[in-house]
């Protein structure tokens, strides 16, 4: 089965600076990757997702970066805000095959004002 | 739109009792719903996967008699744990998928944490 894993489990920043959170994942028929954003006590929330048919998916100050070839891929955000501290997740899926999700162990994002 | 409703938000139950908790999806409909549970700081772990008009299908390790899942329309799935006892103690989350062209989309209810006394 898909085993994806994350990478920092923690990472701290500075308000204004860049985040980067990058996963890799092993079956190379999954082809949705999405990222949640999970805040104390509550269910995690999609924030932006790419197909893999693409390379590259930007919102505003999030990006997703994908690279079959390694089966890794990244989430990017700029210019952060206290607001952005919460635990986000990556996850790995094949959309044609039931679409189960394999969540990634999350990096707890803590942004210093 | 993709709104998924969960409830109760919390729950206290004493041990040996049966808690039900809710899963709607208020603005589409949901042939599929899947059930999640999550530890303190740790991912998610998918307990098992509710199709509409039919059985769920459990995840290895999850008693299907101790986490009972109906899914009896498109807008709604419940999970009740029964004879709960504290090691059920967790954070429950449902999850649902969205109607095409969105389909591989999932969007997740806010949880409910049970607390089994």
């Known amino acids: 089965g898909e085993n994806v894993e994350q990478h920092p489990s923690t990472l701290s920043v500075q308000e204004g600076d860049s985040a980067v959170i990058k996963c890799t994942y092993s079956d190379s028929a999954s082809n949705y990757f999405p990222w949640y954003k999970q805040e104390l006590g509550k269910g995690p929330q999609l924030i932006i997702d790419i197909r893999s048919n693409v390379g590259e998916k930007k919102d505003q100050r999030i990006a997703v970066t994908l690279n079959k070839t390694a089966k890794h891929f990244s989430l990017h955000i700029t210019e952060t805000q206290p607001e952005d501290s919460a635990v986000y997740f990556c996850a790995a899926s094949i959309v044609d095959a039931g679409n189960m999700l394999t969540f990634g162990g999350g990096t707890r994002l803590m942004v210093k004002p | 739109g993709a709104v998924v409703s969960q409830h109760p938000s919390w729950v206290i139950c004493k041990s040996g009792t049966s808690v039900k908790i809710e899963c709607r999806s208020l603005d589409f409909q949901a042939t599929t719903m899947f059930w999640y549970r999550q530890f303190p700081k740790q991912s998610l772990m998918l307990m098992a996967t509710s199709n509409e008009g039919s059985k769920a299908t459990y995840e290895q390790g999850v008693e299907k008699d101790k986490f009972l899942i109906n899914h009896a329309s498109l807008t709604l799935s419940t999970l009740t744990v029964t004879s709960a006892h504290p090691e059920d103690s967790s954070f429950y989350i449902c999850?649902?998928?969205?109607?095409?062209?969105?389909?591989?989309?999932?969007?997740f209810g806010s949880g409910t944490q049970l607390s089994v006394l």
């Open positions: 999850s649902a998928r969205a109607d095409p062209p969105r389909a591989e989309k999932l969007f």
